[in-house]
């Protein structure tokens, strides 16, 4: 058998000191991993390049940038951070987001609130209406025994619900509106609606307004900061009109929330905009190097990637193609597909649920069953949900293992 | 709050006899039904209706319908199924399979393997190569421990580590070559490559040939029967001329393995085809009700959908869409979308990773928030892949939690 070092020609380590190489290289299943780590740490030295593939891996230098540059940049317009969970679903990451300086932790379902705060997180806002008895007890539940939860409401009805549920539970549920920025999908229609709504929370027994969100997913992912710029600040205007008939009716505003990676640098034009509830801005993926940012039209340089995917090339025996074992139950189906880090003239499809496919211009180039290659993800919230841990790198070399507690956590 | 029982406008219990009604309904979260489960066997009545959503469900009635009838054609045609476990990742129906008369089971992964043999499955066919030294020693550790392991090769070179690190281990591996169809996916060419390549693993001293494998995944999804029957006939004829030049030399040719949920009814034509290793039969999805079938052009309806995904109206505030809880990180971006269990004249669509947004043509139609919906899903496999666990319901009760144990077990 061979036990030769693994090529590894897309070795890049753009920004970092000095890249750690391994003396004697083998390989590593999760659970070898999970032996020979206590607390998460790793205890030993190893490399991610022996880490049996495919492998979710967070570049440790480059997330803290990206915390740093994100917390930077919102301290400088004034505003905050409140980072949304669904993107890396993992504790550790929420407390990093922590200890940087946001305010709190965005959650997308119940499920998800309960691993962050059953984790130790203090202040989680669900961002997501829950409209079912059930799943209204459980956010009861967590406000009963976390003090910094809190609730996100649509309707009338719902408001009504969660009053008699925080009620008959003995506790006060903190709750902010939901303002639709237009795309429909959750949200109260802004003004008058959204006034009476607020006013609702406001009168209920059981529930104390903390303000309002307006989350403009769609603006996210437009072309040309200019462009995405004129559109999130057309689209929160009715938003931004809302909250000053709340606050002119006397109704708490305190809590003005939304916007994500794509807008950070923009949403603080929204009078009374107090904090950005980004995601991917750790991560980074192809899918946001796309969209161009106010100092790069072409790439959106503002964060560096820090998510790859190691995969190893499991057959090589046809020209200008290779077989990888990172397919799209690896990958998922998004697109841009997956980029090979460090590399040009190369395309990488995950099509095929188990197999990626590589393809490359460069007649000279040879590959060997068993080189290992890196992507960028495609869009990082589904890829994370994909993979039970991630291997904290530095230096290529694997200094923790981060559960990904909430991975699944739809409901 | 409202406990009314939620509208289950889209019940439908097509074949079965009775509809199991709850006197009452409440909700249920994952780990509330696990704590009423003692060996997976659920001890109270639960309506599938009550569970909290996203929630993937397995009826029982179409899961076992869908065994027999495989087995029957299987067995009218003279071959039998070895049905690949890369499908539903669940050591419980691997064990109905085999029940069902099935020889083996297939694994795509050696992760997936480890996690079917520690489940007690006895024969694992393992489909795709191991090319690194670890998950050679992976394989191999499985074989010293399980007999009933096999292990698919495709090069020379990988033939020789294998057999390498079969001698080491002290153990005989029983190996089968896998030969490319013409997908250039896996696989070595037909014809004598192959047949030198199995010359090679009938010699080496570590290994013992058990034949050959040659999955067709490209034919599966051909629409029209007789299309897809002679694709998949003149992609085959290499393979089937290899095993007569196999036969002739000597060798083993007791497997001859390939096939799938498309062409289970045509692989029986290829001279000394074993057995078919279909997997999604046992769920169907809408990929494949698309490409009908010898009976019904129209619509694949040889097998039943077993498989669906329950999901609770979110937001019904606009006319002709609601919002849904079910995006891609519970249906993944697998098209065509999921379908609407029993209804026409609606679209449903998972493009955002918390939200399924569905529309509807006719306008007398009124949903609540808090309504559930009933999704027949995209693509099974990916799907499966996103889940902990599945319920498995018969006439709406639950009646067992069968853990998706192979979950993630990408690598």
Request: proline residues 5%; hydrophobic residues 40%; glycine residues 8%.
């Amino acid at each position: 058998m061979s036990d030769a070092l693994p090529r590894r020609r897309f070795l890049q380590s753009a920004g970092a000191a000095a890249v750690w190489v391994p003396t004697t290289v083998k390989g590593y299943s999760a659970e070898e991993m999970r032996s020979r780590a206590l607390d998460d740490e790793l205890q030993v030295e190893v490399s991610k390049w022996e880490l049996d593939t495919p492998a979710l891996c967070v570049d440790l230098d480059a997330l803290e940038a990206n915390l740093r540059r994100m917390q930077e940049a919102v301290a400088r317009n004034g505003i905050a951070t409140r980072p949304h969970a669904k993107t890396h679903k993992c504790p550790q990451i929420a407390r990093l987001q922590m200890e940087s300086g946001s305010v709190g932790i965005c959650a997308a379902k119940v499920s998800e609130a309960e691993v962050l705060l059953e984790h130790g997180l203090q202040s989680v806002l669900m961002t997501t209406p829950n409209v079912t008895p059930s799943k209204i007890q459980r956010a009861m539940r967590l406000r009963a025994r976390h003090g910094g939860f809190i609730q996100a409401t649509d309707s009338p009805e719902n408001a009504r619900d969660l009053s008699a549920a925080a009620v008959a539970a003995g506790i006060t549920a903190e709750v902010v509106i939901d303002v639709d920025p237009g795309a429909h999908r959750t949200g109260i229609a802004p003004g008058r609606p959204a006034l009476e709504l607020a006013q609702l929370v406001d009168r209920l027994p059981g529930l104390r307004l903390a303000g309002m969100l307006c989350y403009d997913g769609g603006s996210q992912h437009v072309r040309g900061f200019q462009e995405r710029r004129a559109q999130t600040l057309a689209r929160l205007e009715p938003a931004v009109e809302t909250r000053a008939m709340m606050l002119r009716t006397g109704l708490s505003t305190e809590i003005f929330s939304g916007g994500g990676t794509g807008t950070y640098n923009i949403d603080h034009a929204n009078a009374g905009f107090t904090d950005v509830q980004a995601g991917s801005y750790v991560f980074m993926d192809a899918q946001y190097l796309a969209i161009g940012g106010a100092t790069d039209p072409e790439v959106y340089s503002d964060f560096e990637p820090s998510l790859t995917i190691l995969t190893t090339v499991l057959n090589s025996q046809h020209e200008g193609q290779v077989t990888t074992d990172a397919g799209t139950k690896a990958c998922t189906l998004n697109q841009p597909w997956p980029i090979v880090k460090g590399e040009a003239g190369m395309t990488y499809r995950a099509g095929s649920d188990e197999f990626g496919t590589l393809r490359y211009d460069d007649p000279s180039r040879t590959y060997r069953a068993g080189d290992k290659l890196e992507l960028i993800v495609s869009h990082c919230d589904p890829v994370v949900n994909l993979y039970d841990q991630m291997y904290a790198v530095r230096n290529d070399r694997v200094r923790a293992i981060w559960q990904i507690a909430a991975r699944g956590k739809s409901v």
